[in-house]
C-alpha cells in the first residue's frame, strides 16, 4: 500500500526495511526487548501495520506492532491502548499491552520525516482456529466455541459500560457518513448510495444509551482472537479498528462468522435451522454476561447489513488507496446485490445463494 505523507511516499517493504536497520534497535532498547528473536509476521490483506513476534526462553512472547499509516493520530492510537488496558484490568479476555521502559503504552519514533507509533502486546496463549484447521477441542463439542464466543464477547461489552476515556476514540458516524459514502463510492452505483444512506439515516434514528452504545472491537471474528485449546478461552486482540458504536454490531460480526460451519449446506432450510440454533448459544454465553434487550436484539438483520455496508466501503477504500482500477469481482457483487435488493441475512437463506460458489454473484461494470 503507498500513502503519500506530504512529498514523502512510503509503503510496507520500505517499513520492513526502516525496522531491519533502525526502527527494531530502537524499539528493543525503548520496551526492553534485548535477547529477544523478534521475528517479521507476514501481512495479511488490508493488513495496516507492520508486525513481529518476539520470543525468549523464560520469557512470556510480545507482539511487536508498528504503525506508519498518516490515516491515524496519536489520540488515536492512545484511545486504543488505554482501552484495552481497562478491558485487561477489568477482566477482558484480551492481550494486555505491555508498557516501555519509560511506562508509556505507546512511543513514538520519527526517522526521516516518518513517524511510527510502536506498541507491544503480551501473545494471546493458543493459537486461531485456522491455525488448528478449523478444528475445535478434541472430545468437546464445538457449541462449547459458540458459548464462549458470545461470552467473551458478552464480558467485553459489559466492562464498555463502564469505560470513560481519557483520549476518546472515534465514533461510527465520524467516519461512516453520507459524505464519506459518496466519495467512496462510484457514481456509477447511484441505488447502492441510495440504500447505504437510508441505511445510515435508520441508524440515526436509534437511542444511544449505555446499554446498547459503547466502545465495541468492530471486527471480532476467529481471526482476531486465538483460542487456549486446553481450555477453550478465547483471548482477544487487534483492537485498530475499535470505535464507539452499537455493541449489536459486534454480535452481528459473530452472527456473520457462523455461516462458515454451514455455508456448503445445499438445503436453505437446514442452514437457517443451524444458524438460529448456533445463534442461540452464541446469546446465551452473551447474556451470562451483559444484558442485551429484545428491541435491540429484533435489529439483528439491520446489524447484518451495517456489516455488509462497511464491508463494502472498505473494499472500495482499499482500492482507491491502493491505486487499483476500481472493479467489482464476484463477493463485492453479491454483497452490493443483497442491500440494492434487500435481500436480508447476507442472503444465506435466498435463492440468490449458492452452496457450491458461497457469497459469490456475477461480476458488474462500473
Known amino acids: 500500500m503507498f500513502v503519500r505523507k506530504g512529498e514523502i511516499v512510503i509503503n510496507y517493504n520500505e517499513v520492513v526495511s526502516i525496522g531491519d536497520t533502525y526502527l527494531l534497535t530502537v524499539v528493543s532498547e525503548l520496551f526492553g526487548l534485548e535477547g529477544y528473536e523478534i521475528q517479521l509476521i507476514p501481512p495479511h490483506e488490508g493488513g495496516r501495520n507492520v508486525v513481529y513476534t518476539c520470543e525468549k526462553e523464560g520469557e512470556s512472547a510480545k507482539i511487536l506492532r508498528i504503525a506508519f499509516l498518516p490515516d491515524r493520530s496519536r489520540e488515536d492510537f492512545l484511545g486504543e491502548v488505554e482501552y484495552i488496558r481497562y478491558l485487561f484490568e477489568h477482566g477482558g479476555s484480551v492481550s494486555d499491552v505491555v508498557s516501555s521502559r519509560k511506562g508509556n503504552l505507546l512511543e513514538e519514533i520519527t526517522h526521516n520525516n516518518h513517524t511510527f507509533f510502536a506498541c507491544l502486546f503480551g501473545k494471546a496463549k493458543g493459537k486461531m482456529l485456522v491455525e488448528n484447521n478449523y478444528r475445535y477441542r478434541e472430545g468437546v463439542p464445538i457449541t462449547e466455541y459458540f458459548y464462549n464466543c458470545g461470552k467473551t464477547l458478552g464480558k467485553l461489552h459489559q466492562i464498555s459500560k463502564g469505560y470513560t476515556p481519557v483520549h476518546r476514540r472515534h465514533s461510527f458516524f465520524d467516519k461512516f457518513n453520507a459524505e464519506y459514502i459518496d466519495n467512496m463510492i462510484p457514481d456509477t452505483l447511484s441505488l447502492l448510495k441510495e440504500k447505504l444512506v437510508e441505511l445510515l439515516k435508520t441508524l440515526e434514528g436509534l437511542d444511544k444509551n449505555c446499554e446498547s452504545f459503547g466502545m465495541i472491537h468492530f471486527d471480532y471474528n476467529d481471526g482476531n482472537y486465538s483460542i487456549d485449546f486446553e481450555t477453550g478461552q478465547i483471548t482477544v486482540y487487534d483492537f485498530d479498528n475499535s470505535c464507539f458504536g452499537w455493541y449489536m454490531f459486534d454480535l452481528a460480526s459473530i452472527w456473520g462468522n457462523g455461516v462458515g460451519w454451514i455455508q456448503f449446506e445445499p438445503d436453505a432450510g437446514k442452514r437457517k435451522k443451524f444458524m438460529e440454533d448456533y445463534f442461540e448459544i452464541v446469546l446465551e454465553g452473551y447474556r451470562s454476561e451483559t444484558k442485551l434487550e429484545d428491541s435491540m ?43 440494492e435488493d434487500d435481500i436480508p441475512y447476507q442472503g444465506f437463506f435466498h435463492e440468490i445463494y449458492s452452496c457450491k460458489e458461497p457469497f459469490e454473484y456475477e461480476e458488474r461494470k462500473i
Open 297 to 339: 436484539l429484533n435489529m439483528l438483520p439491520l446489524f447484518i447489513n451495517i456489516n455488509i455496508m462497511e464491508n463494502i466501503v472498505e473494499l472500495f477504500k482499499d482500492m482507491r488507496d491502493n491505486g487499483e482500477e476500481l472493479e467489482c469481482d464476484e463477493v463485492l457483487s453479491y454483497l452490493i446485490k443483497c442491500l
